[in-house]
Antibody, heavy 118, light 109 residues
């Protein structure tokens, strides 16, 4: 059974750094794409970017390019989303999603709630 | 960037009724790379339809997708209580970003 299990909720201050994770199981980690989706409070879904762990091919939405970094560690079947300097506007739930195609999220993590507040 | 506009914003229907949700793209979506997702409160989205009309694994027959080019539709033939949720379309055209529509909420009338 394919599972994506995300790290727990985070509460951070503006300017702090953060790295959240998405651990995959039930399939060959290097053969599926994993992407990240933001959902701000009470809002819709926003596509942030995606990575293919097999060769680290990474693509970003222009809205998020330079604001976040997507990476993956094949040795532990885990994808990451990280910020170097958080803003209050980064407060949201972040979902990882994945599947054999980069164009569709067949499987989803449970979401990680990130709260940024002074 | 391709913009997806979903309508209506909210659909108020009763169980057993038919739901028709629309998703319009600002440019043609290549090779029908159009997907639909369902999201219930407090849950992650779930894939319903991909390739505009192919059902994902385990999705009931009452869900169907259609359309091409710039106009796509998700139809729920007879609403069950568990179908009241928010539905998003997503396009995956030639290059990222592969954007979502703003969502349609199907609520109990």
């Amino acid at each position: 059974e394919v599972q994506l299990v995300q790290s727990g909720a985070e509460v951070k201050k503006p300017g702090e750094s953060l790295k959240i994770s998405c651990k995959a199981s039930g399939y060959s980690f290097t053969s599926y794409w994993i992407g990240w989706v933001r959902q701000m409070p009470g809002k819709g879904l926003e596509w942030m970017g995606i990575i293919y762990p097999g060769d680290s091919d990474t693509r970003y939405s222009p809205s998020f390019q330079g604001q976040v970094t997507i990476s993956a560690d094949k040795s532990i079947s885990t994808a990451y989303l990280q910020w170097s300097s958080l803003k209050a506007s980064d407060t949201a739930i972040y979902y990882c999603g994945g599947g054999p195609s980069p164009t569709v999220f067949d499987y989803w993590g449970q979401g990680t709630r990130v709260t940024v507040s002074s | 960037e391709i913009v997806l506009t979903q309508s209506p914003g909210t659909l108020s229907l009763s169980p057993g009724e038919r739901a028709t949700l629309s998703c319009r793209a600002s440019q043609s979506v290549s090779s029908n790379y159009l997907a639909w997702y369902q999201q219930k409160p407090g849950q992650a989205p779930r894939l319903l339809i991909y390739g505009a009309s192919s059902k994902a694994t385990g999705i009931p027959d009452r869900f169907s997708g259609s359309g091409s080019g710039t106009d796509f539709t998700l139809t729920i033939s007879r609403l069950e209580p568990e179908d009241f949720a928010v539905y998003y379309c997503q396009q995956s055209g030639r290059s990222p970003p592969w954007t979502f529509g703003q969502g349609t909420k199907v609520e109990v009338k």
